[in-house]
T-cell receptor, first 107, second 113 residues
Framework: DAKTTQPNSMESNEEEPVHLPCNHSTISGTDYIHWYRQLPSQGPEYVIHGLTSNVNNRMASLAIAEDRKSSTLILHRATLRDAAVYYCILKGQNFVFGPGTRLSVLP | SQTIHQWPATLVQPVGSPLSLECTVEGTSNPNLYWYRQAAGRGLQLLFYSVGIGQISSEVPQNLSASRPQDRQFILSSKKLLLSDSGFYLC????????????FGSGTQLSVL
């Protein structure tokens, strides 16, 4: 499974947009880009996924670069409840998680 | 709707004792099943995955084993626990078309003393 690279941590102010980047330069043509987030003492939860086109859902938006070598998870208005570790994953045969980005939201 | 059950929620075991963690999925058939482990403050490590009954793939050589005796049942076992087996164990499932997402159970916090 291809690897992803994310910043270790990011900070955001409450009610401001957050852009979480992910690099995946070795992505293959059939790999889906998935994002999950994990709150403390809980299992990860699905956020969004896409293949080539940008995607929107009630939780977030996913912007995928034209060459698919990077993507950005966009939280349009961060809340304190969005503080979590965010994982970017390339879904090939398996779901292999990297260390993720720890997002802190400041009131 | 699909649900995943994992138990127990917490477990304290002495070194050298056996382990059995069970996970069951309801509301779907022939799911792909996964066991992950998360050490304190660390990311998720894929331990085992299964695409069908009796089909187990191991990602990391270790003191643990997995079995899938029924379509929607996944068991993680150890004959003798080590201190390094402590961690947060998560079971997860994914399905076919329309269910490519990964759904996690609530996890088991295992402390080996």
């Amino acid at each position: 499974d291809a690897k992803t690279t994310q910043p270790n941590s990011m900070e955001s102010n409450e009610e401001e947009p957050v852009h979480l980047p992910c690099n995946h330069s070795t992505i293959s043509g059939t790999d889906y880009i998935h994002w999950y987030r994990q709150l403390p003492s809980q299992g990860p939860e699905y956020v969004i996924h896409g293949l080539t086109s940008n995607v929107n859902n009630r939780m977030a938006s996913l912007a995928i670069a034209e060459d698919r070598k990077s993507s950005t998870l966009i939280l349009h208005r961060a809340t304190l409840r969005d503080a979590a570790v965010y994982y970017c994953i390339l879904k090939g045969q398996n779901f292999v998680f990297g260390p993720g980005t720890r997002l802190s939201v400041l009131p | 709707s699909q649900t995943i059950h994992q138990w127990p929620a917490t477990l304290v075991q002495p070194v050298g004792s056996p382990l059995s963690l069970e996970c069951t999925v309801e509301g779907t058939s022939n799911p792909n099943l996964y066991w992950y482990r998360q050490a304190a403050g660390r990311g998720l490590q894929l331990l085992f995955y299964s695409v069908g009954i009796g089909q187990i793939s191991s990602e990391v050589p270790q003191n643990l084993s997995a079995s899938r005796p029924q379509d929607r049942q996944f068991i993680l076992s150890s004959k003798k626990l080590l201190l390094s087996d402590s961690g947060f164990y998560l079971c997860a499932w994914s399905g076919g078309v329309g269910y490519e997402k990964l759904f996690f159970g609530s996890g088991t916090q295992l402390s080996v003393l």
